[in-house]
């Protein structure tokens, strides 16, 4: 029966694998025709049988993969603990909760302040105004695109309790000024690494700076599950809250291989205030909580996409100097993405700002590489102050923002994704150079 079994499930894995081969194998490139991507899947036979197995095993909720996901990110990253969520705006939401948790000796309280760029991703500043927090916005410098740590300091008011900062397009925070403005005000700090897993700060991976660390695996992301994220700590006592608000609110922490008692191993000996009996761990509630947890089947993929993280990050880092090589020479008009000396980016994309005084605005240059089957982004929100549904929202502000307008206006980025070939890459800058070829000519 077992033989039967596994040679069945073999035979199934190996057919996945021949359809991949089929169906899915990446084709050959055609300039004009096929699409230069900003970010994609990047996967093969691994991560399909991996998802298949999985699915054959039919345990769908969090289970054998997701614990492996959750060991193999938290030795990535150098920390303790890691817990899978359902997405990176997720991970933010919950970073966020547990630091308001009142099991923590001083949380965040309604009305508190929290120091955090007004140019970023909305779902770092969403879970802020969600928690019932006050964001109080800085500006970010032009070509890094991150926080100024020279800010932070003119920021804080005696409310200030939190600085939420995301490592723009993968690349580092100045983390050790950032550290020490937290440290000589005791603030807590949250990193959203969700476009940053592989970056480094003075060798140390960002994500492991702060109290917690967010990340997202969404497939334009260096690794993907499909919808996907994880919060990272260091502190166990963040990731027992950070792990109770994400499963409802229970405060039992059992994984799939937990014995009968618990992995507590008193699981029937807890107790609840005012009940002269004990209760079930499963069913104490402490926290008041989402689920927003991650299935097996999307944490086997990352199983396989983690094992590729090192690989993908060496090809970002590739395919960025390659483009900043083939784009220097249009600086005249265009600021390339600067970066810290202490900083090794794994960037998520290629940021490029359209210099005031150009004689051509970004419109101009997008529409014209997506005419040629270039694929580009916005730097997300530009000044989130202006975007529609934050019009109202209850904040305070640091100066005028004129960089994170600059950046509405004026900003884009194109792609750096392991997907991109020496073809693609080539064709991309031969883009750019008919662009600049035409310019001259009018
Ligand atoms: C900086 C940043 N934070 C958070 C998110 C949200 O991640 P997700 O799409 O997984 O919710 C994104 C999305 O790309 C992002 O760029």
Redo the contacts with the bound molecule.
Sequence with gaps: MTDTRETLRRHILELVAEYYATAHAPRPFVPGQTRVQYAGRVYDAQEMTAAVDSLLDFWLTAGPRAAALEDGLADFLGLRHALLVN??????LVAVAALCSRRLERPLQPGDEVITPAM??P??VAPILQNQLTPVFVDCRLGDYNLDPAQLEPALSARTRAIFV???LGNPVEMAALMDVARAHDLYVIE?A??ALGSTYDGQMVGSFGDLG?L???P??HMTTG???AVVTNSPRLARIARSIRDWGRDCWCRHDSPPTGACNRRFEWTIPGLDEPYDHRYLFVEIGYNLKMTDVQAAIGVAQLEKLPGFVAARRRNFAALYAGLQQYEEFLLLPTWSERADPSW?AFPITVREGAPFTRRDLTTFLEARNVETRLL?AGNILRQPGYLDVPHRVVGSLPNSDRVLRATFFVGVYPGLDTPRLDYMLACFEDFFTAQRRT
């Excluded at 997405?87 to 933010?92: C, I, K, Q, V």
């Design positions: 997405s990176g705006s997720s991970a933010n970023g991703f779902t770092t995301a490592h723009t959203d969700c476009d967010t997202s695996f969404y334009a992301h919808e996907g994220g998520f997300f």
